[in-house]
């Protein structure tokens, strides 16, 4: 038990480390006020919206980022996948939390363990997509959109891997519900960046 303990704590303050660069990433990209943002800018938005999977969250997610974005596609994909990496950060936050509150049994904190796995390997994929979309413009083009495509559909499986943990597993229903709820909310934000993705040529 004591070993399990270490390891799980090592994982723990991985997780921890992780998000600090997480949250130094998302920074790069910033929402500006939509006050003045011409509408050529947000119509360019609620049209790529329509395109995914969740184009309610998408625009009123997005809509933020107008004047970032402008109506350049790329951009639009950038901001897509930011908003999907605070997403994450904050689901994997939440699960930190939970996983280390007093009185959880040996089989919820297998799941725990085995979902921050899966949460380690989302942000790894998001980062890698992120990288990839650095480099849609030069003679790689198709190779790195198709890593992109690659490595933010590895994310959404993940993202299902960790909730299917708890479906299957004997936990506490109040943590499962709050489990599932972050999760579900990133998986969309994911989703609908994976979407964008595809559109993007």
Same mark, same amino acid.
């Given at each position: 038990?004591?070993?399990?303990?270490?390891?799980?704590?090592?994982?723990?303050?991985?997780?921890?480390?992780?998000? /600090?660069?997480?949250?130094? #990433?998302?920074?790069?990209?910033?929402? &500006? %006020?939509?006050? @003045?943002?011409?509408?050529?800018?947000?119509?360019?938005?609620?049209?790529?919206?329509?395109?995914?999977?969740?184009?309610?969250?998408?625009?009123?997610?997005?809509?933020?980022?107008?004047?970032?974005?402008?109506?350049?596609?790329?951009?639009?994909?950038?901001?897509?996948?930011?908003?999907?990496?605070?997403?994450?950060?904050?689901?994997?936050?939440?699960?930190?939390?939970?996983?280390?509150?007093?009185?959880?049994?040996?089989?919820?904190?297998? /799941?725990?363990?085995?979902? #921050?796995?899966?949460?380690?390997?989302? &942000? %790894?994929?998001? @980062?890698?997509?992120?990288?990839?979309?650095?480099?849609?413009?030069?003679?790689?083009?198709?190779?790195?959109?198709?890593?992109?495509?690659?490595?933010?559909?590895?994310?959404?499986?993940?993202?299902?891997?960790?909730?299917?943990?708890?479906?299957?597993?004997?936990?506490?229903?109040?943590?499962?519900?709050?489990?599932?709820?972050?999760?579900?909310?990133?998986?969309?934000?994911?989703?609908?960046?994976?979407?964008?993705?595809?559109?993007?040529?």
């Amino acid at each position: 038990m004591e070993k399990y303990y270490y390891n799980f704590t090592k994982l723990f303050n991985f997780l921890t480390f992780v998000l /600090a660069i997480l949250s130094f #990433i998302s920074l790069q990209v910033q929402p &500006i %006020s939509s006050a @003045k943002t011409p509408p050529s800018y947000t119509n360019f938005i609620k049209n790529k919206c329509n395109n995914t999977t969740y184009p309610t969250v998408c625009i009123k997610t997005l809509y933020p980022y107008a004047s970032y974005v402008k109506t350049n596609s790329i951009r639009l994909c950038k901001a897509a996948l930011n908003i999907a990496i605070q997403g994450t950060d904050n689901a994997a936050r939440t699960i930190a939390k939970l996983a280390h509150q007093k009185g959880i049994s040996h089989i919820e904190a297998a /799941a725990f363990k085995d979902c #921050i796995y899966d949460v380690k390997d989302e &942000i %790894s994929e998001l @980062k890698r997509t992120l990288n990839a979309m650095e480099h849609l413009r030069g003679a790689d083009r198709k190779f790195e959109w198709a890593n992109a495509k690659t490595w933010a559909s590895a994310a959404i499986t993940d993202a299902e891997s960790c909730m299917d943990g708890f479906s299957k597993t004997k936990v506490n229903p109040a943590v499962r519900t709050k489990i599932r709820s972050c999760l579900s909310d990133e998986e969309k934000l994911i989703s609908n960046a994976l979407a964008l993705i595809n559109h993007l040529y």
